[in-house]
């Protein structure tokens, strides 16, 4: 079956713009997640969707920093006014239920660069 | 927010050596995670640990829980190329995941 998917894989964008990143979880997963990583560091925890709901955002680094989750699936992450430090790979994930002994699937990232 | 650390962050060896990774924590956790990450790819996840103690083994890796839950290993024999990348622990049992940085290792042929 399908992965975790997302989109694009890469995003050159100018310091200012908004982005939105895209992920299509894999299907019946309820639960999903947003990371970031940079060159160097672990993941950082971003935000963690259970169904639309999304119990806790206190991961997001700024509130330039937005996500929403649709019908249970698609989620889209949005950054406005992008800096140079969001410069990052953003990684989604997707899991059968929010509790951390089920796996969290990976998708592929999206390696953003900011100039 | 729980830390993870792991040791060493890089590590390049010959194919055919062993090596083990570690995973430390001040923190108790109900299970831990490893994955192996490799580059333009995201993490697969290799292993869960839920039992102090608890040993598991994928060919020629081998994973060891903590007796007091707080620590993990991976030991890896007869490394190959193919083991090449970053190796993230993860802990479990709360639905804000916490990633250790990684170890980074390269296996030269």
């Known amino acids: 079956g399908a992965g975790v998917s997302q989109s694009p894989s890469n995003k050159v964008t100018e310091k200012g713009k908004d982005v939105e990143l895209r992920c299509d979880p894999i299907?019946?997963?309820?639960?999903l997640y947003w990371y970031r990583q940079s060159l160097g560091q672990g993941l950082e925890f971003l935000i963690y969707?259970?169904?639309?709901?999304?119990?806790?955002k206190s991961g997001l680094p700024s509130d330039r920093f937005s996500a929403e989750r649709t019908g249970g699936s698609v989620s889209t992450l949005t950054i406005q006014r992008t800096q140079q430090e969001d410069s990052a790979v953003y990684l989604c994930?997707?899991?059968?239920?929010?509790?951390?002994?089920?796996?969290?699937?990976f998708g592929p990232g999206t390696r953003l660069t900011v100039t | 927010t729980q830390l993870l650390k792991q040791s060493p962050q890089f590590l390049s060896i010959q194919e055919g050596e062993n090596l083990t990774v570690y995973c430390n924590s001040s923190?108790?956790?109900?299970?831990l995670q490893w994955y192996r990450q490799e580059p333009g790819e995201g993490p697969v996840l290799l292993v869960t640990?839920?039992?102090?103690?608890e040993v598991k083994k994928l060919k020629r890796l081998t994973f060891q829980f903590g007796d007091a839950r707080k620590d993990s290993s991976l030991h890896i024999t007869a490394a190959q190329p193919g083991d090449t990348g970053l190796y993230l622990c993860?802990?479990?049992?709360?639905?804000?995941?916490?990633f250790g940085r990684g170890t980074s290792l390269i296996v030269h042929p």
């Open positions: 994930a997707s899991s059968r239920s929010g509790d951390l002994t089920y796996e969290q699937y």
């Open positions: 299907s019946g997963h309820t639960a």
């Open positions: 969707f259970q169904g639309n709901s999304a119990p806790d």
């Open positions: 923190s108790v956790f109900s299970s």
């Open positions: 640990v839920v039992t102090g103690g």
């Open positions: 993860a802990s479990g049992g709360s639905y804000i995941p916490t």
